[in-house]
């Protein structure tokens, strides 16, 4: 079966940093990945997603996420934090079985970027 | 606005009253759900509809009843809901295919149950 792991429930960064916010996956065949936001009573937004093709995808908002094939992981990255980053982020993968494109969602990681 | 909408964004019930959420999606997705969202709880997926039909209902009570009338409309009818139903209720839409399609979800609906 399709899983994701998020193993960090909290990321604490300083503004101007560099953050990254850590995800592994498991599934049968080729992943598709998908990187998803949440603000406070806010449902999820887009951020990004790997289908194929070049290992490093750009996102919104200056996020990107590098996949890597050896390690199964889709670490999402920004190369300077925003105190307006700070928000949960939600790793997705799609699972093969069942009628549906059904995305499987990680646990979320709490993003807490300091001024 | 992400295309999907949900109403009310904020609903106080009893634990005897009836009431629906909507969701509305006019994106020409063919696919709808409905995920519970409790505080310090990983996202949990309650219903899937595919072209309208349900295709999946993972283990839901039955006080949460979901209808599909049309690919554009989803509800969730709620009735003698307990304090622990207290959640945010999302709703998302998406394309069955191509398989990399990803999710279009609501604001949620902040449910309070007295």
């Known amino acids: 079966a399709q899983s994701v792991a998020q193993p960090e429930d909290q990321v604490n960064v300083a503004e101007g940093n560099p953050l990254t916010v850590k995800c592994t996956y498991s599934v049968s065949g080729n992943p598709y990945l998908f990187w998803y936001v949440q603000y406070p009573n806010r449902g999820l937004q887009f951020l990004l997603k790997y289908i194929t093709g070049d290992n490093l995808v750009k996102g919104s908002y200056g996020f990107e996420a590098e996949f890597n094939k050896s390690q199964t992981s889709f670490h999402l990255k920004k190369p300077s934090a925003l105190v307006s980053d700070s928000a949960l982020y939600f790793c997705?993968?799609?699972?093969?079985?069942?009628?549906?494109?059904?995305?499987?969602f990680g646990t979320g990681t709490l993003l807490a970027v300091q001024p | 606005e992400t295309g999907v909408t949900q109403t009310p964004r904020h609903l106080v019930m009893g634990m005897t009253n009836k009431k629906s959420l909507k969701c509305e999606q006019h994106?020409?997705?063919?696919?709808m759900y409905w995920y519970k969202q409790s505080a310090k709880k990983p996202l949990e997926l309650m219903f899937v509809?595919?072209?309208?039909?349900?295709?999946e209902n993972n283990s839901v009570p039955s006080r949460f009843s979901p209808e599909c009338p049309n690919s554009s409309h989803l509800f969730l009818h709620l009735h003698t809901l307990q304090p622990e139903d207290s959640a945010l209720y999302l709703c998302?839409?998406?394309?069955?295919?191509?398989?990399?399609?990803?999710?279009?979800f609501g604001s949620g609906t902040r449910l309070t149950v007295v």
């Open positions: 509809y595919s072209l309208e039909e349900r295709v």
């Open positions: 997705a993968v799609r699972d093969g079985g069942g009628a549906t494109n059904k995305l499987i």
């Open positions: 998302a839409s998406s394309q069955d295919f191509p398989a990399h399609y990803g999710y279009t």
């Open positions: 994106l020409g997705h063919n696919a």
